[in-house]
Antibody, heavy 118, light 113 residues
Framework: QVQLVESGGSVVQPGGSLRLSCAASGFTFSAYGMHWVRQTPGKGLEWVTLIYPNGNEKYADSVKGRLTVSRDNSKNMVYLQMNSLRTEDTGVYFC????????????WGQGILVTVSS | DIVMTQSPDSLAVALGERATINCKSS????????????LAWFQQKSGQPPKLLIYWASTRESGVPDRFSGSGSGTDFTLTISSLQPEDVAVYYC?????????FGQGTKVEIK
């Protein structure tokens, strides 16, 4: 069965950096896109980014230029590099396996907390 | 981006009574190639991550009680809890996964009257 486990959450000061990781198992990782979705006090549930199987990336306007997604298909891992963090980035970050049109449903991890505070 | 709008923002229902939540998308999320609506419903209890209840607008996730049902097509969707139980107190979200930039409704808080 699909399993997604996020790690790397922490408390970080505004302007700081953090890297989140997501370990995937139970499916052919290299064949699927992977999203990051976050839940923040200010905006609720918000899509952040998608990395396609071919490595192409797509970002929400609110994070462009500050957050970068990457993947390592040899390790079944997806990463979210978070730079120039702001207090409004505080929230729970979820790793999500893309189902794509034609598929049935996305699969979500349990989430990891990121707190940006001085 | 597709805008998802839920109504109402909150509702209080007596135990055993029906709860109905509506969700409207700003454009159709029906994928004509398989005739499926790419609409999911989530339940979120306090301090927990969102839990998938319904996908394809009307397919219950494994293990979800049959008092939860989803309906609708195109741009208008409904989540119904046929007989509200104490454990159903939660915030419910709809989400479209038709486009790569997923979008969510603002949430509907369900309480016991």
């Amino acid at each position: 069965q699909v399993q997604l486990v996020e790690s790397g959450g922490s408390v970080v000061q505004p302007g700081g950096s953090l890297r989140l990781s997501c370990a995937a198992s139970g499916f052919t990782f290299s064949a699927y896109g992977m999203h990051w979705v976050r839940q923040t006090p200010g905006k609720g549930l918000e899509w952040v980014t998608l990395i396609y199987p071919n490595g192409n990336e797509k970002y929400a306007d609110s994070v462009k230029g500050r957050l970068t997604v990457s993947r390592d298909n040899s390790k079944n891992m997806v990463y979210l590099q978070m730079n120039s963090l702001r207090t409004e980035d505080t929230g729970v970050y979820f790793c999500v396996k893309d189902c794509s049109l034609g598929g049935d449903r996305d699969h979500w991890g349990q989430g990891i907390l990121v707190t940006v505070s001085s | 981006d597709i805008v998802m709008t839920q109504s109402p923002d909150s509702l209080a229902v007596a135990l055993g009574e029906r709860a109905t939540i509506n969700c409207k998308s700003s454009q159709s999320i029906l994928y004509r190639s398989n005739n499926k609506n790419y609409l999911a419903w989530f339940q979120q209890k306090s301090g927990q991550p969102p839990k998938l209840l319904i996908y394809w607008a009307s397919t219950r996730e494994s293990g979800v009680p049959d008092r939860f049902s989803g309906s609708g097509s195109g741009t208008d969707f409904t989540l119904t809890i046929s007989s509200l139980q104490p454990e159903d107190v939660a915030v419910y979200y709809c989400q479209q996964y038709y486009t790569s930039s997923r979008t969510f409704g603002q949430g509907t808080k369900v309480e016991i009257k």
